[in-house]
């Protein structure tokens, strides 16, 4: 048995209809004008990019690294360490793992052939190396230069 259409039905599915494709021929124009503006945005992020690129690099000396703060995993238990003043500041199991490091006499490649020697009382950059290599994993790594470096 078919159907019978009602010219009242039909008029308001039409109203239905026509309201949802003004709706999201709006939508649509919105759309696409986030779209121009994201592109237009990406277009001068690119520009600057390349112009920082073909500058001379600054001329100004290396800063020196003074402090450093590592947040991590230790065996998938969140875990910080903290170095300023030539104090290191962290937990019990990742200063173990640090020692074992140390122990191990594990060294690191510094690039231009020079190694770094695990140390926990050595340069900063040592100490740094050292104390990355005791965690299981890095999430989040600051470092300080200049004068002070206190967290």
Known sequence: MAQTLVPADLHQRWEHALAT???????????????????????R??????????RPAATAAPQTLVAFRVEGLVDDEPCVAAYANDVLSCSDEVRHRA?????MGETFSAGGGRTVVATLD??????????MRAFSQI???????????AW
């Open 99 to 103: 020692e074992v490091v140390v122990a």
């Open 122 to 131: 050595g340069a900063v950059g040592a100490v740094l190396v050292t104390v």
């Open 45 to 54: 992020v690119r520009y600057r990019s390349l112009a920082l690129r073909e």
């Open 21 to 43: 494709s003004v709706i999201r021929r709006e939508r649509a124009a919105e759309l696409l004008a986030e779209s121009a503006l994201a592109q237009t945005w990406a277009e």
């Open 139 to 149: 999430l989040a790594l600051d470092l300080r230069t200049g004068e002070g470096g």
